[in-house]
């Protein structure tokens, strides 16, 4: 658990381009609250697993990143190591969303199932970059090194290395193959 934790805490720095050592991690946890909080879900996921008051302390935890950051990030969901949010506010991440390593998630994106009778999350690919207020719900597939303009909201599945925006979000430029 703690391993895991901390493999993916240096995984989040290089992703920053900080000093993966543990002074390093320590520094940016208390100077950058986007750092803090995606660390703080990260430690709520890993208590949850445990044993005893694990899932108590993992609901505490949860509950107080919320309160402090704004964020819903729901430890059901499965975010990779080297995800980045650069302004850590009002980013909503539902249950089942599976988030690639090397994201950039930028405030107030929203990320959930279309209805409350779906059960289809999206998929985000690596290296993925979602803007302000973007929105993707139900089970849609954002593609590797695909860019999500600022306010568009998702309606299908995104190419990889394309750039979709508008609403519903229209495919603006495909980098060729």
């Given at each position: 658990m703690m391993r895991a934790c901390y493999a993916a805490a240096r995984a989040?720095?290089?992703?920053l381009g900080g000093h993966r050592t543990r002074l390093g991690i320590l520094r940016r946890y208390w100077a950058d609250p986007?750092?803090?909080?995606?660390?703080?879900w990260r430690w709520s996921c890993a208590l949850r697993q445990a044993r005893w008051g694990g899932r108590v302390l993992s609901k505490l935890l949860w509950k107080h990143n919320i309160r402090v950051?704004?964020?819903h990030l729901s430890p059901w969901a499965t975010?990779?190591?080297?995800v980045v949010l650069p302004h850590a506010t009002a980013i909503v991440i539902g249950d089942g969303v599976r988030i690639g390593p090397g994201v950039v998630i930028f405030q107030?994106?929203?990320?959930?199932?279309a209805t409350r009778y779906s059960d289809a999350y999206p998929i985000?690919?690596?290296?993925?970059?979602?803007?302000?207020?973007?929105c993707v719900v139900g089970g849609h597939r954002i593609g590797e090194g695909a860019t999500v303009a600022a306010n568009a909201?998702?309606?299908?599945?995104?190419?990889?290395?394309?750039l979709v925006g508008g609403v519903p979000a229209r495919l603006i430029r495909e980098i060729a193959r």
């Open positions: 989040d720095l290089a992703a986007s750092y803090a909080t995606l660390q703080r950051s704004g964020c975010i990779e190591p080297g107030g994106v929203t990320l959930g199932r985000i690919g690596a290296g993925a970059c979602l803007y302000t207020r973007a909201v998702v309606t299908t599945d995104v190419p990889p290395g394309a």
